[in-house]
């Protein structure tokens, strides 16, 4: 966790590696992706991987129910493999609206050489990513007072 700094108070901000948003994932298509997280915050915490197509793996998809949260002082590695996509997706923690407190960043999925693609390549790459600040925190359950 670091602080953000509203002017008027300070909240807590989840980061990733000690960035927010969190680093950058490049990889290319058909690449197997290892992401291992240890989770240094007080409460359990969850990756998804949006957009991303989990054939065959789905317990790598970070959502509830398909995936246990990772405990407090404990890690999990992530191991999916980013088949035939090419694009920008992202990552975010799926539970507790932890992405609201920023537990997340982007995906860069390149297409191999030897697949062309129908235009010509980027002069330059950047990834924007776009969330709400709330001023309660994130860990504000009631929301009606």
Known sequence: MV???YGLFLDQV???NGMFPGPLIN???NDVVHVNVFNNMDEPLLFTWHGIQQRLDS???????TN???????NWTYVFQV????????????????KAAG????????????IDVPFTKPEAEFDLL?????????????ITN
Do not use: E, M
């Not at 246990?68 to 404990?74: A, M, N, R, T, V």
């Not at 537990?103 to 030897?114: C, E, L, Q, T």
């Open 83 to 98: 088949k035939d996509q090419i694009g920008s997706f992202f990552f975010y923690s799926s539970i507790n609206y932890q």
């Open 3 to 5: 602080l953000r700094n």
């Open 59 to 65: 317990w790598q998809d970070g959502v509830s129910g």
């Open 27 to 29: 990889v290319t298509t």
């Open 68 to 74: 246990c949260p990772i405990l407090p002082g404990k």
């Open 103 to 114: 537990g997340f960043g982007p995906i860069r999925v390149n297409n191999r050489d030897v």
């Open 14 to 16: 989840i980061a990733i």
């Open 130 to 142: 776009i969330g709400d600040w709330s001023y309660d925190s994130y860990k504000v359950t009631d």
